[in-house]
């Protein structure tokens, strides 16, 4: 293992493994480690959106919609298999906003970001459309448009994935406990979770640690930071689906924030999210009693269906790490990202991220890299935009005409079980299928869809190990699974 290495990234959120990806692709080594699992924080706890994010042109923040809505369509074509379209139904709300500031807002969302793969905005009659059937009759009109659905833990294993693939070391489990310059690098000591302690060298350090950036800075750095990040917690829901269609919904609150309403893992939906600030440590945070009554308030408010906390199935929260624009209202903090890049002249450069967003994730990490480049002049130049994910290299991006193909390689498959390890493993499901002729040959099954042969798929090529890791963040097995089959399959983690 090469030492110095070039680049140390902290931190295993979409940030952290963007940057790694992109850096190791390259020609740079690169470490990155992680304190806890991939995506373990914010990145597995979004709204699950590739977005331009609509209501963000209410605060002009034309440049983040336009660079989002770009990276959408880059994103489509990387990871066809994690990132699909999804159209949103709005309702219209004359209490909230007018008609036309409404069409002016799509048109805009439709023409900023040079929209190629996806259809356009259209006008609904919701006393007509089948769209109408599930929402209040005192809404008659609704607007129709793109945007993506995205497995965000997914995205986040994949970088990390096509990093290791490109040369990276990735540390998981490994907290960076302490970092100083010296003699022109960094000298960093990691610690891993059995204790054992290890003191590496690189050229250049980047702090990608999410709702801890301060925290890295001040405790691990012993430095100050001159810039902030500012903690927002978004909580979400997940109950029964409640409507036909492929669809979901965007509904406008009384406050003028919004609320997405979608389509979740065949049969549920997830709803959310909130905006609360929070200062509280961000590995404790939770839903409260205020934010499930105000999720299922809105969407009371629209549909015709109810639904009361009592039907929550399943509940997350998250922080989000949001640069600190000393906005009064935390809905109006920009999503934006901010490089915080300190270097004296002769020493070693740190690169701090504040803020951002899981849709621009990749254009945040090339930006990154060319920040660095003064720094380190013999790496390459940009690479990632026109690179497939693992598993995303579908022909044409189309993954009904794959997912076919590979039905037709795997006949023994039941229709969902080959939908699910196509979804998430794209062309790398084959290799999980190697040599398997029938479901005897996928070992033994814990409940749902979930079988040995996949969680030892996931042990041995994507760090998954324990039962959180493969139920919550690999998959989404933990919802279609009993508490029961839970408990055993985490007996069997724990001892296989």
Not at 172 to 198: F, K
Not at 297 to 314: C, F, G, K, S
């Given at each position: 293992?090469?030492?110095?290495?070039?680049?140390?990234?902290?931190?295993?959120?979409?940030?952290?493994?963007?940057?790694?990806?992109?850096?190791?692709?390259?020609?740079?080594?690169?470490?990155?480690?992680?304190?806890?699992?991939?995506?373990?924080?914010?990145?597995?706890?979004?709204?699950?959106?590739?977005?331009?994010?609509?209501?963000?042109?209410?605060?002009?923040?034309?440049?983040?919609?336009?660079?989002?809505?770009i990276e959408r369509e880059v994103l489509l074509r990387a990871a066809p298999h994690i990132v699909w379209p999804l159209r949103f139904v709005l309702p219209h709300s004359a209490e909230q906003r007018p008609a036309w500031l409404v069409r002016l807002g799509l048109f805009l969302y439709d023409h900023l970001g040079g929209r190629e793969r996806l259809p356009g905005t259209r006008r609904l009659d919701l006393r007509r459309a089948p769209e109408g059937a599930a929402i209040r009759p005192a809404y008659r009109t609704a607007f129709e448009y793109s945007d993506c659905w995205v497995d965000d833990a997914r995205l986040v294993v994949l970088n990390a994935l096509d990093a290791a693939a490109r040369g990276?070391?990735?540390?998981?489990?490994?907290?960076?406990?302490?970092?100083?310059?010296?003699?022109?690098?960094?000298?960093?000591?990691?610690?891993?979770?059995?204790?054992?302690?290890?003191?590496?060298?690189?050229?250049?350090?980047?702090?990608?640690a999410g709702p801890w950036v301060e925290q890295v800075i001040s405790g691990v750095l012993g430095a100050n930071a001159s810039r902030r990040v500012r903690l927002v917690k978004g909580s979400h829901i997940v109950v029964r689906k409640f409507w036909d269609g492929p669809h979901a919904y965007l509904l406008q609150n009384d406050d003028r924030r919004v609320i997405f309403v979608n389509p979740y893992e065949g049969d549920l939906c997830l709803i959310g999210t909130t905006d609360i600030p929070y200062?509280?440590?961000?590995?404790?945070?939770?839903?409260?009693?205020?934010?499930?009554?105000?999720?299922?308030?809105?969407?009371?408010?629209?549909?015709?269906?109810?639904?009361?906390?009592?039907?929550?199935?399943?509940?997350?929260?998250?922080?989000?790490?949001?640069?600190?624009?000393?906005?009064?209202?935390?809905?109006?903090?920009?999503?934006d990202y901010v490089f915080d890049v300190e270097a004296a002249v002769g020493q070693a450069p740190l690169l701090s991220v504040f803020g951002g967003k899981i849709t621009t994730y990749r254009r945040l990490a090339e930006h990154a890299l060319q920040k660095l480049g003064a720094f380190?002049?013999?790496?390459?130049?940009?690479?990632?935009?026109?690179?497939?994910?693992?598993?995303g290299d579908l022909p044409d991006a189309d993954f009904a005409a794959w997912l076919a193909a590979f039905r037709r390689?795997?006949?023994?498959?039941?229709?969902?079980?080959?939908?699910?390890?196509?979804?998430?493993?794209?062309?790398?499901?084959?290799?999980?299928?190697?040599?398997?002729?029938?479901?005897?040959?996928?070992?033994?099954?814990?409940?749902?869809?979930?079988?040995?042969?996949?969680?030892d798929f996931l042990r041995r090529t994507e760090w998954a190990q324990n039962a959180e890791d493969v139920l919550f963040r690999r998959t989404k097995h933990h919802l279609h699974m009993t508490a029961a089959e839970r408990d055993a399959f985490a007996a069997w983690m724990a001892h296989a």
């Open positions: 293992m090469n030492d110095p290495f070039d680049l140390l990234v902290i931190g295993g959120g979409v940030n952290g493994a963007g940057i790694a990806r992109d850096a190791a692709g390259r020609g740079l080594s690169v470490m990155l480690a992680e304190k806890g699992d991939l995506a373990e924080g914010t990145s597995s706890r979004s709204g699950k959106l590739i977005h331009g994010g609509l209501r963000y042109l209410e605060y002009y923040e034309f440049r983040l919609v336009r660079e989002a809505l990276a070391a990735v540390r998981l489990r490994t907290a960076v406990v302490s970092a100083r310059r010296t003699g022109g690098l960094w000298q960093a000591t990691l610690r891993a979770a059995d204790g054992i302690t290890e003191t590496l060298h690189a050229r250049a350090l980047v702090n990608a200062d509280g440590a961000a590995e404790e945070v939770a839903i409260d009693d205020g934010e499930r009554a105000y999720l299922c308030r809105v969407v009371n408010r629209y549909m015709r269906q109810e639904i009361t906390p009592a039907d929550i199935l399943h509940e997350f929260s998250g922080v989000r790490p949001l640069y600190d624009d000393n906005a009064a209202n935390p809905s109006a903090v920009t999503r380190l002049p013999n790496m390459a130049g940009d690479w990632t935009r026109a690179a497939p994910l693992p598993g390689r795997h006949p023994f498959l039941p229709p969902a079980l080959a939908h699910h390890y196509a979804r998430l493993y794209g062309t790398r499901a084959d290799a999980l299928l190697e040599g398997a002729r029938g479901l005897a040959d996928l070992g033994r099954h814990f409940g749902a869809l979930l079988y040995e042969r996949e969680a």
